[in-house]
């Protein structure tokens, strides 16, 4: 035990040491150049008479904070927990437990500050390091002018996002990989993958200075990288779901096969647990898309039912493809299509109408099927829990599809202009197509190749994978020495 903990520690050292040079470079990069943004905008900000945020948006932003939790904790545990072999279920459940908490204490010490600060278009600043200078009465912006919430809050509902990301992951080698490697490459792979991709899709300084084209200007320069080229992702298609399921991917890859796999049955062991899951997922969706409006207000409200519709559209989808294809339909294809419309609307909800909720619902629902069955065995992968095959697929349907749906003579809502305080007159399909197919691509491949070196560098220091016997025994006592079942 002591010299697990001591590779432990040693490794995560390893990691932060690298994090903090690494990001500290780019800061440094930025520093002289932000230096005139952030001197006006203190003096604008002691000019202007202080925001006060509204007690109905505060309250929503803590409720969905709270909903977005449950989604992990147990949601995703249930439901990643049935779809493993009874062995195993008790490691898939701690994981999710200790990764949680392991990115929540990250989150508050670098993680936020490095997302959601001023900085630079690839990472964010020091100033909220350890969220310092962080008060009841500091507030951050939303989507509309003069509207805001307190940061607390705000820091806390991003914090949440964080966890669920790194603990989708998971469902890609369950059943074989390390407890600690698993520690190690999360703590990696959420400092150089999650914290720079929600920097760049998610951060700009909000609206409030926005008066004419100029200002517009140099508002969005002060943006993300994706944001600034307009990438649209109302909760977490790149950022959550493309960046997890490709670190995924490449982990069940790296780490290779589960023993006995093409070989021995490995069922689900208790789907009861599955659809007990996915309905928690369903009910937390609503905090993770509709909490992403930031306002308890019409794009909410909107966000909230294309979340509803979606999903029940795309668990008909799923259900009727496998009744056509195998003969039956079965309460996994459901739980599993119950899942995809969560993931492909999540881009999208705030951005297209419910009649294109339901479009985006149903052909993920279908699409997702085509993922863990002919796509999977395309790729070769032993993808345990086929995290690509619904968060890969659904996350990339659904971040391409919003460019189509949020077309307003669709449905949508088209792209908001701050200067008119109205929705653009202009939407091209064709152009955010290819601005959606950016943000996929820059996630893709720079989460894709965070992931390759941390796992080969963990492989090299502590190993990725247990060993055969401890494999065959289950994770849940050889990593963790209790059963979920007792005889």
Known sequence: MLT???????????????????????????????????????????????????????????????????????????FYGGLTRSKNILSICMQCFMVFSLITVLWAIYGYSFAFTEGGPFIGGLDRLFLAGMTPDSVAATFSKGVVIPEYVFMAFQAVFATITCCLIIGSFAERAKFSAILVFMIIWFTFSYVPIAHMVWFWP???????????????ARAGWLWQKGVLDFAGGTVVHINAAIAGL????????????????????????VMAGAALLWFGWFGFNAGSALEANGSAALAFVNTYLATAA????????????????????????CVAGLVAITPAAGFVGPMGALIIGVFAGVVCLWGVTGLKKILGSDDSLDVFGVHGVGGISGALLTGVFADPALGGTGI????????????????????????????????GVVSFIAFKLIDMVIGLR???????EGLDISSHGEAAYES
């Not at 900000?45 to 939790?69: Q, Y």
């Not at 890859?253 to 647990?273: C, F, S």
């Not at 008119?420 to 152009?431: K, L, M, P, T």
Request: charge should be negative.
């Open 4 to 78: 697990w903990m001591k590779k432990l520690l040693a490794g995560s050292a390893v990691a932060l040491a690298i994090g903090a040079t690494g990001v500290m470079a780019t800061s440094t990069a930025f520093a002289e150049e932000a230096k005139p943004a952030v001197a006006a905008a203190v003096a604008a900000v002691a000019a202007a008479p202080a925001l006060v945020p509204n007690k109905a948006d505060t309250a929503w932003m803590m409720v969905c904070t709270a909903l977005v939790l449950l989604m992990t904790l147990p949601g995703l545990a249930l």
């Open 206 to 220: 909000g609206p409030d200075d926005i008066k004419d084209a100029a200002s517009l200007e140099a508002i969005t």
């Open 250 to 273: 490449v982990g069940s890859y790296v780490i290779g096969k589960r023993v006995g796999y093409g070989k021995e049955a490995m069922k689900p062991h208790n789907l009861v647990y």
């Open 314 to 337: 795309a668990v008909l989808g799923w259900s009727v493809a496998e009744w056509v294809l195998k003969g039956k339909p079965s309460m996994l294809g459901a739980a599993s299509g």
């Open 416 to 447: 908001w202009d701050y200067v008119a305080n109205a929705a653009a007159a202009d939407y091209s399909i064709a152009s955010q197509l290819w601005i959606q197919a950016q943000g996929v691509l820059t996630t893709l491949i720079w989460s």
């Open 466 to 472: 247990v060993k055969e016997d401890e494999e065959r």
